[in-house]
């Protein structure tokens, strides 16, 4: 039986969660549900299925000392790779594979974003296996698509063929085509034409088959990456991390390799999920009351329906609004259209720009 190893991409700012959200405390480093910080859901979410002590966790230096003092002691401190900079997700995930076939040899690599919510576990769990033994068996590229239940703008799609090429332990489709954020009438028709699975940034391979998709699709940071490998888990990790990581691509796996291969196949997953990647998602954790407004915050309201309000402490009140987003935190107030949640990415991008870097 191969080696299983879970990676998860734990360095992402969060930026359209702020301003509860920041640079050096993300999304997935908040306990957002009641139950734990994301990212130690994220790991208790795949026990029985993946070794918990075969976790890779791939974060930024502004996060690392935190992370590593609330994530999950299952979590061994030399599986924590730190990027010195962001270099997107071919980056972090050509890292994780190339330090566990250092480390273990060919294994097989599953890769998970750290800010999901998935409520039917037992459900995930299944599916999760059955993409393994498809990986192990097959040697394809595995994802995992959402079968979607509205015309959501806020996630990327997966096309894929409408008979299934393997239909044993589960139904596996080819894909066609991954697509970028559509608008609503294209996600609409999506939905609609019932070929498009949501894309959940869950990726099943052997390190292997990840790593000749490299070679083979992106030479040039396969090639610049590879020095640094032998330095990892030495004195001059972080020397040789500095130098090496700024030189590396910024590309994100979906184009530089998914795009492109067409060994990726693609199993539908139905488990309560949803990427809380934005204000507007809360939904998916707590029930709106019977205004349809969801309230994690002191809080009176006089005529407010379909809003969403958080806060820390200050008492917070409203009258006749509909349809807003009011979070408030210490140092910081956003009030949006709740149509409008996906752009508050915008006002980190302004306040970067405006050299207001402690307010990110």
């Not at 994780?96 to 890769?111: C, N, P, W």
């Not at 070929?195 to 292997?208: A, E, K, P, Q, V």
């Not at 609004?321 to 709740?338: F, S």
Request: glycine share 8%; with cysteine.
């Amino acid at each position: 039986m191969m080696n299983k190893f879970a990676t998860i991409l734990a360095g992402g700012g969060g930026t359209r969660f702020w301003p509860l959200s920041r640079q050096e405390l993300p999304k997935q480093l908040i306990n957002i549900s009641g139950n734990d910080i994301m990212l130690n859901d994220t790991i208790e979410r795949f026990n029985g299925v993946i070794p918990m002590e075969n976790t890779i966790v791939v974060t930024n230096r502004s996060q690392a000392v935190l992370l590593e003092s609330i994530m999950h002691t299952s979590v061994q401190p030399g599986n924590i790779l730190v990027e010195p900079v962001a270099k997107n997700t071919a980056a972090s995930i050509l890292l994780a594979a190339l330090f566990i076939e250092k480390t273990h040899g060919d294994s097989l690599m599953i890769v998970f974003p750290s800010d999901h919510h998935i409520t039917e576990e037992d459900k995930f769990r299944k599916t999760l296996d059955e993409a393994c033994n498809i990986a192990m068996e097959t040697g394809k590229i595995v994802t995992i698509g959402i079968k979607p239940t509205f015309a959501s703008t806020g996630y990327g799609y997966i096309s894929c063929g409408s008979e299934p090429i393997i239909s044993k332990p589960c139904n596996v489709f080819e894909v066609a085509e991954f697509v970028e954020k559509p608008n609503f009438i294209k996600a609409k028709s999506y939905l609609e034409s019932g070929h498009y699975l949501w894309n959940s940034g869950m990726f099943i391979w052997r390190t292997s088959i990840i790593i000749d998709n490299f070679k083979r699709f992106l030479p040039r940071l396969y090639k610049t990456m590879l020095p640094l490998i032998e330095y990892l888990g030495t004195d001059r990790e972080e020397e040789m991390m500095n130098e090496i990581y700024p030189l590396l691509q910024n590309i994100s796996i979906d184009y530089g390799i998914l795009e492109r291969c067409d060994e990726v196949v693609v199993i539908s997953g139905d488990f309560g999920w949803n990427d809380i990647g934005s204000w507007d998602a809360l939904g998916a954790i707590f029930p709106p009351d019977e205004h349809g407004n969801i309230v994690k915050a002191s809080y009176l309201g006089i005529e407010t329906r379909n809003s969403i309000i958080y806060g820390e402490k200050r008492l917070i009140t409203t009258i006749g609004i509909d349809g807003l987003i009011i979070a408030d935190t210490k140092d910081a107030l956003l009030i949006c259209a709740k149509d409008k949640a996906q752009e508050v990415k915008e006002i980190v991008k302004m306040l970067n720009e405006k050299g207001m870097q402690a307010y990110t």
